[in-house]
Structures are given as C-alpha cells and as structure tokens.
C-alpha cells in the first residue's frame, strides 16, 4: 500500500513541479531559475512542516516522499547550474548554488519551527 501512496502523491508533485515552475520564471527575464529554486524551496519548507507534524507512515509517505519528492528536483537544480557555467554565468550559477541549498536548509527549520509550534 504504501508504494501506492508514493506515487499518487507524486501524481500530485511533478504536475505541480511544473506549472509552479513554468508560471515563476516566465515572470523573470533573467539566466536565473527562479522557477527551479521557487519549487525546491517550498518543497523544503513543507517538508520541514511536515516532519515537525509526525505524520503515520501512509500519510509522511503521501505527503514527504510522494509529493514532495515530486515537487522538488535536485537533478534540474543542478543541471541548470551546470548549463550557466557553460554560458559562463558564474555569479548566477553560484547564486542558485546559495538559494538551492542555503536556503533550502533555512526553509526546512522554518517549516519544522512554525509547524512544531503550532502543533505543541
């Protein structure tokens, strides 16, 4: 059951990956990915919720692993990253390095924090 789980979450993740993506960066005329970084962070910051919420196993299945894992995308953050060296846009490329991680580490404690202290 819970592989099930996993990938209707996931039905709901990929499509969400997508238009949030597509809907951020066609806003930005920049080299940036706006759009990559705007899913990983938020996939972050409800996972951080997520894991303060101490969710049953169908639900942190569903939720963390199937929709989040869906909505976030190390692979396209790294390719994009890999493709503004190529172009030698060095500063962007580094920026999306800092915003990807940094912040998606900062993103996930804000998540556990708020939802830890909702919760308690």
Do not use: K
């Not at 819970?2 to 039905?11: C, F, I, K, R, S």
């Not at 969710?55 to 990253?81: R, V």
């Not at 915003?99 to 996930?108: C, E, K, S």
């Amino acid at each position: 059951m819970t592989p099930l789980l996993v990938v209707l979450g996931a039905m709901l993740g990929a499509p969400l990956r997508y238009l949030i993506d597509r809907a951020v960066q066609s806003r930005h005329a920049t080299a940036f990915p706006w759009g990559t970084a705007t899913v990983n962070l938020t996939g972050c910051l409800l996972l951080g919720a997520l894991t303060a919420a101490a969710l049953s196993t169908p639900w942190a299945a569903f939720l963390s692993t199937g929709l989040c894992g869906a909505l976030t995308t190390y692979s396209t953050f790294t390719y994009e990253t890999l493709r503004l060296t190529e172009t030698r846009a060095y500063r962007y490329a580094a920026l999306t390095i800092v915003v990807n991680v940094a912040t998606g580490l900062g993103a996930t404690l804000l998540g556990y924090a708020v939802a830890d202290a909702l919760l308690a």
